[in-house]
């Protein structure tokens, strides 16, 4: 499995950026796909994660400012990202679980000004 994550970039406090991944190569056997994300000097961290049936999990603080959604035809998740922090900062890894393994993209910046 490969995963190409997109749409990070540069935004003012408060506002909105939408981040993707499209999973290649044995998506179908992909359970669960998933946000991640790793702050300047500390540790990677769940953001969101989504599984094949829909049923999400979110970390508390981005419940209710960020959305995983995912299109299981185009083997892609999305992160819809909300009223932006600076504490949001950091790269964002998408994520992919089959039963056997692990994938990790190659990450993808969101910076956020304030």
């Known amino acids: 499995v490969q995963l190409q994550a997109s749409g990070g970039g540069l935004v003012q406090a408060g506002g909105s950026l939408r981040l993707s991944c499209a999973a290649s190569g044995s998506a179908f056997s992909i359970n669960v796909m998933g946000w991640y994300r790793q702050a300047p000097g500390k540790q990677r961290e769940l953001v969101a994660t989504i599984s094949t049936y829909g049923s999400t999990n979110y970390a508390s603080s981005m419940k209710g400012r960020f959305t995983i959604s995912r299109d299981n035809a185009k083997n892609t998740v999305y992160l819809q990202m909300n009223s932006l922090k600076p504490e949001d900062t950091g790269v964002y890894y998408c994520?992919?679980?089959?039963?056997?393994?692990?994938?990790w993209g190659q990450g993808t910046l969101v910076t956020v000004s304030s």
């Open positions: 994520n992919a679980r089959t039963i056997f393994d692990e994938y």
